[in-house]
């Protein structure tokens, strides 16, 4: 088992930045690839960005590229999300998860889930 646990949410005017973070415990955390998703009021959960097991590759949503930065730190067991220029359209809950195989912008290929963090942007 894997936990992980958000924070980090709250907030935001437009134009404005936040830093999610993801903190995991449980079993060996470079063996994941991680990732964020993000799920809007009466929308279906997507895909927001991705990071290899070791770092080296990231993915994102085209809606958030030059925008948000998906980094991860394996000593500390952590991983971020750095968002800039805030969009009220950001507005979501954001999840964190854990995929032990390969990773990509499905949500099937995650393994492990936590329990979202709030993000508010006003305009």
């Known amino acids: 088992q894997v936990q992980l646990v958000e924070s980090g949410g709250g907030l935001a005017q437009a134009g404005g930045s936040l830093r999610l973070s993801c903190a995991a415990s449980?079993?060996?955390?470079?063996?994941?690839?991680m990732g964020w998703f993000r799920q809007a009021p009466g929308k279906e959960r997507e895909f927001v960005a991705a990071?290899?097991?070791?770092?080296?590759?990231?993915y994102y949503v085209n809606s958030v590229k030059g925008r948000f930065t998906i980094s991860r730190d394996n000593a500390k067991n952590m991983v971020y999300l750095q968002m800039n220029s805030l969009k009220p359209e950001d507005t979501a809950v954001y999840y964190c998860?854990?995929?032990?195989?390969?990773?990509?912008?499905?949500?099937?290929?995650?393994?492990?889930w936590g329990q979202g963090t709030q993000v508010t942007v006003s305009s």
């Open positions: 998860a854990a995929a032990s195989g390969v990773i990509g912008g499905f949500k099937r290929e995650y393994d492990y």
């Open positions: 990071i290899s097991r070791s770092g080296g590759t990231t």
């Open positions: 449980g079993r060996t955390f470079s063996n994941y690839g």
